[in-house]
């Protein structure tokens, strides 16, 4: 064999496909279709991920955005004539006066503080509810309706009710006005 015949030959083999066999045929195939597939299904989840976001957080969760989106004034309509739902005593404790009586601030009479709230409650319940609409200015300052005039006097004395029951006094829990003194229709 010459050497030109040689190298003839190998450069023919060269071209040969690796393909030699039906079986490697039909995995070939198979594989061409399979490959592009699960490369297109990497990707997708790739950008699904990006819409992603840390465990725990929830800025993008649909009642988050609900929240970003949902407008600056909320209105609630109420029927005028309807009766109206007044706080309980608790309600109006928890969000006007507590501020004050909880650690009784200012000489406030502290919540749950028999010894504070023994003077108050021997003058009886009507001075008290009456310094509570009113206000009062002895020991510290008392605003009027704890400083909220949106208060129903039945809500005050709702609040004064709560606070001194739960400091050693066993008022009744006030009635609640009768809706005929609604505003009429
Ligand atoms: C800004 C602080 C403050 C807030 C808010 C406040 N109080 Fe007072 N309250 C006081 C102080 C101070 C006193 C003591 C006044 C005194 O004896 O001179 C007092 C005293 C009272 C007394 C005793 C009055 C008496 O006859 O001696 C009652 C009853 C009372 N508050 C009810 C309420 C109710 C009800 C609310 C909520 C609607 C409220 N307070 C909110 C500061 C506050």
């Known amino acids: ?14 071209h040969h496909s690796p393909i030699k ?9 198979v594989l061409s279709f399979v490959v592009p597939i699960l490369i297109i299904i990497l990707l997708v989840n790739l950008v ?35 009766p109206k739902v007044f706080k309980t005593g608790e309600q ?12 009784g601030v ?29 206000g009062k200015n002895g020991v510290g300052v008392m605003p009027a309706k704890g400083g909220n005039p949106a208060l129903d006097d039945f809500e005050v004395t709702r609040a004064v009710v709560y606070m001194a029951n739960n400091s050693g006094a ?5 009635a609640e006005p009768a809706p005929a003194a609604a505003p009429a229709k």
């Open 170 to 174: 066993k008022f009744d829990e006030p």
């Open 106 to 134: 200012a000489g406030a009479p502290k919540f749950g503080d028999t010894a504070s709230w023994a003077a108050p409650i021997k003058t009886g319940l009507n001075t008290m509810v009456t310094n509570a609409i009113k």
């Open 1 to 14: 064999m010459s050497n030109t015949q040689q190298h003839q030959e190998s450069h023919t083999e060269e």
């Open 48 to 82: 699904a991920a990006g819409n992603q976001v840390g465990a725990g957080s929830d800025t993008l969760g649909p009642e988050a955005t609900a929240k970003r989106i949902a407008p600056v004034a909320h209105l609630e309509l109420v029927d005028a004539s309807g």
């Open 21 to 29: 066999t039906p079986k490697q045929l039909i995995v070939t195939i």
């Open 92 to 103: 109006v404790y928890k969000a006007v006066c507590a501020g004050c009586h909880a650690a």
